[in-house]
């Protein structure tokens, strides 16, 4: 029980945008003016999952979060889940499903900020271990953001690798808090490098992540403009949940993921057969 749990909880981790009303912005094309500009002082930090890059499969995308909870806890009761070591099957999920960017538009504006020399850095929630088969998240979605044109490494001038307490890890320019909250992770980033930039810029797809980075800003005086992005909420899904329930039944079955495309052509194959 305890390993389905965690599968769960991890899974709905990556496929989970924020609800709540904030100050909202879809394009990042006029985030520069909205926020009075950028400068070598000012700090820009991007949320990686579902701000940069997005698991593509239909299940797994934002929108299908309550369908993928209400699969995965029915097919709980069909198969054996405990079968699989710890970690397992989420690995299997985020090696085989589909990555894609959330919008095109944020790689050339990333790169235009660097080539400003305006400091960017990816700040992820996301923890830095093995995963099932993937040895390193860590690598694993640096590999991923790299793939899709997103590369931090040159930010600041800092550390390429450089591990925090608590498993905090500032690796190519990708900040991983671990699971921890976002805003103290912040906190202790800036001292341990003595960093002090007039204006932290911080874009993230969930409300709890940017009020936490807000908190802790205001209280070390440092301004903070805190951008709720919501075009993964925005992006077109169509949801279909008999190839969303093979899916889940093929991997807790099997131990494999299958994309959109081949659980329908299986789908499709067993009608015609």
């Given at each position: 029980?305890?390993?389905?749990?965690?599968?769960?909880?991890?899974?709905?981790?990556?496929?989970?945008?924020?609800?709540?009303?904030?100050?909202?912005?879809?394009?990042?094309?006029?985030?520069?003016?909205?926020?009075?500009?950028?400068?070598?002082?000012?700090?820009?930090?991007?949320?990686?999952?579902?701000?940069?890059?997005?698991?593509?499969?239909?299940?797994?995308?934002?929108?299908?979060?309550?369908?993928?909870?209400?699969?995965?806890?029915?097919?709980?009761?069909?198969?054996?889940?405990?079968?699989?070591?710890?970690?397992?099957?989420?690995g299997k999920v985020l090696l085989?499903?589909?990555?894609?960017?959330?919008?095109?538009?944020?790689v050339p504006l990333?790169?235009?900020?660097?080539?400003?020399?305006?400091?960017?850095?990816?700040?992820?929630?996301?923890?830095?271990?093995?995963?099932?088969?993937?040895?390193?998240?860590?690598?694993?979605?640096?590999?991923?953001?790299?793939?899709?044109?997103?590369?931090?490494?040159?930010?600041?001038?800092?550390?390429?690798?450089?591990?925090?307490?608590?498993?905090?890890?500032?690796?190519?320019?990708?900040?991983?808090?671990?699971?921890?909250?976002?805003?103290?992770?912040?906190?202790?980033?800036?001292?341990?490098?003595?960093?002090?930039?007039?204006?932290?810029?911080?874009?993230?797809?969930?409300?709890?992540?940017?009020?936490?980075?807000?908190?802790?800003?205001?209280?070390?005086?440092?301004?903070?403009?805190?951008?709720?992005?919501?075009?993964?909420?925005?992006?077109?899904?169509?949801?279909?949940?008999?190839?969303?329930?093979?899916?889940?039944?093929?991997?807790?079955?099997?131990?494999?993921?299958?994309?959109?495309?081949?659980?329908?052509?299986?789908?499709?194959?067993?009608?015609?057969?």
């Open positions: 029980m305890k390993y389905f749990t965690a599968f769960l909880l991890s899974l709905l981790f990556y496929c989970s945008p924020f609800q709540g009303k904030v100050i909202e912005m879809e394009n990042l094309s006029l985030l520069e003016e909205k926020v009075g500009g950028f400068n070598s002082d000012t700090l820009v930090l991007f949320d990686v999952d579902n701000t940069l890059i997005m698991l593509s499969d239909a299940v797994l995308q934002p929108q299908g979060k309550q369908l993928s909870k209400s699969l995965i806890s029915k097919i709980q009761n069909w198969t054996n889940t405990i079968k699989y070591p710890d970690g397992f099957l989420l085989a499903a589909k990555w894609d960017v959330v919008d095109p538009k944020n990333i790169q235009q900020l660097q080539e400003r020399n305006i400091p960017v850095l990816a700040f992820t929630g996301a923890g830095t271990k093995k995963v099932g088969e993937i040895e390193s998240f860590a690598d694993f979605r640096i590999e991923q953001l790299e793939r899709h044109g997103f590369n931090f490494k040159k930010t600041l001038n800092l550390p390429d690798d450089f591990q925090f307490a608590n498993e905090v890890l500032l690796k190519s320019g990708v900040l991983f808090c671990s699971e921890q909250s976002k805003g103290d992770v912040l906190k202790t980033f800036l001292k341990e490098f003595q960093l002090s930039p007039q204006k932290i810029v911080f874009i993230d797809d969930r409300k709890d992540f940017i009020e936490s980075v807000e908190e802790a800003m205001s209280e070390i005086g440092i301004e903070c403009f805190c951008i709720h992005y919501t075009a993964i909420e925005n992006t077109s899904v169509i949801l279909d949940e008999k190839i969303a329930e093979f899916q889940f039944h093929h991997l807790f079955e099997n131990g494999e993921w299958l994309s959109d495309e081949h659980a329908n052509a299986h789908l499709s194959s067993r009608i015609g057969s």
